[in-house]
């Protein structure tokens, strides 16, 4: 089974392909406005690399957030169409649930973060399991404070696992049965792994029936009534 996966909700974005959950290529760059552009030669990188045509992909998977709202259209967007162009299901899967997955732990709870700006971040408790691991809990928009409660207030060791970085210091002062770890942004090469798991179970969707968790809006919106007033847009 040949997996395409692109994941563009945090900076890092990234394109894999996998055969039967082996990594073939790996496209990976760092760069919090740079999704649109890297995503096209990404692909084209990737599938030069492995020799493949597009038409001999599988399953494609995209990451689905929480994470930027534009990396998650343009990721979202480049799934679903090159889904539909080739005629191959999408499978979603959600960055904390890559980022858990990734985590160098054999028994800590796992607290998987990402940085959503406004001064929050999204967050998911994960059980570690025998191979992979169990969401215990839900996911949550949170800011620093909260996070340092809940953390904090969990009665196992943990380990946190994400973009930390982005919290202040002030969170870790009291977490004294908490570390801090890797991954600190989910991958494509995670995802393709999920996936063909995923996939022998036939737990995927059509393109269009795959959508983005952004969680709430956007950082820029448009107040239409405000701009039609103005005179800016004609009024029906």
């Not at 055969?19 to 096209?40: C, I, K, Q």
């Amino acid at each position: 089974m040949r997996v395409l996966a692109i994941d563009t909700a945090t900076p890092a974005s990234s394109v894999a392909l996998g055969d039967e959950g082996d990594l073939v290529s790996l496209a990976v760059n760092v760069d919090r406005r740079g999704h649109v552009e890297f995503l096209v030669p990404a692909i084209d990188f990737c599938f030069s690399q492995a020799g493949w045509d597009r038409d001999e992909v599988d399953v494609v998977a995209v990451d689905v957030g929480p994470g930027q709202f534009s990396g998650l259209r343009s990721g979202m967007a480049t799934a679903q169409a090159f889904g539909a162009a080739v005629g191959a299901p999408l499978i979603g899967i959600e960055s904390l649930t890559a980022l858990a997955v990734r985590a160098a732990t054999g028994r800590r709870r796992i607290w998987a973060v990402v940085d959503m700006r406004r001064g929050q971040i999204a967050s998911r408790p994960f059980q570690p399991l025998p191979g992979g691991v169990a969401p215990d809990g839900d996911t949550e928009i949170v800011t620093p404070d909260e996070f340092s409660a809940m953390v904090e207030s969990d009665t196992a060791d943990t380990l946190v696992v994400g973009d930390w970085h982005a919290l202040p210091a002030s969170v870790w002062t009291d977490l004294h049965r908490s570390r801090r770890g890797r991954p600190r942004y989910p991958s494509a090469d995670v995802l393709l792994e999920i996936a063909t798991i995923r996939a022998s179970n036939n737990d995927f969707g059509r393109p269009e029936t795959v959508h983005p968790l952004y969680m709430r809006e956007a950082d820029v919106q448009i107040n239409w009534q405000e701009f039609r007033s103005e005179g800016a847009w004609p009024t029906p």
